[in-house]
């Protein structure tokens, strides 16, 4: 199992700056992915970006430019720094943990982003 615990959301206005961070811990070897869905309200879950861990990045379209993750392997900890944000981007974010082998995917509890107009 591995467990993962984000923390760093809050309130902020459209166009600052805020950071998420999810740290992992369990059973973390050879996890392949790391990343960031998020889900707005009345919304399904979409994908906002992840890290392989050979450090190799993916964005979604509508945070490309603006959003930046990155990971820490020596403190199992993975980041979104988040900026120019819109009210749009306002939605729980969760963090994200996929291992191939053995096939393996986990979530973190989600943390609420909200940014106001």
């Known amino acids: 199992q591995v467990q993962l615990v984000e923390s760093g959301g809050g309130l902020v206005q459209a166009g600052g700056p805020l950071g998420l961070s999810c740290a992992a811990s369990?059973?973390?070897?050879?996890?392949?992915?790391m990343g960031w869905y998020r889900q707005a309200p009345g919304k399904q879950r979409e994908f906002v970006a992840h890290?392989?861990?050979?450090?190799?990045?993916n964005y979604a379209d509508s945070v490309k430019g603006r959003f930046t993750i990155s990971r820490d392997n020596a403190k199992n900890t993975v980041y979104l720094q988040m900026n120019s944000l819109k009210p749009e981007d306002t939605a729980v974010y969760y963090c994200n943990a996929v291992r191939i082998v053995p096939r393996g995917n986990y979530w973190g509890q989600g943390t609420q982003v909200t940014v106001s107009s």
């Open positions: 369990g059973s973390i070897l050879s996890i392949n992915f």
């Open positions: 890290i392989t861990s050979g450090g190799s990045t």
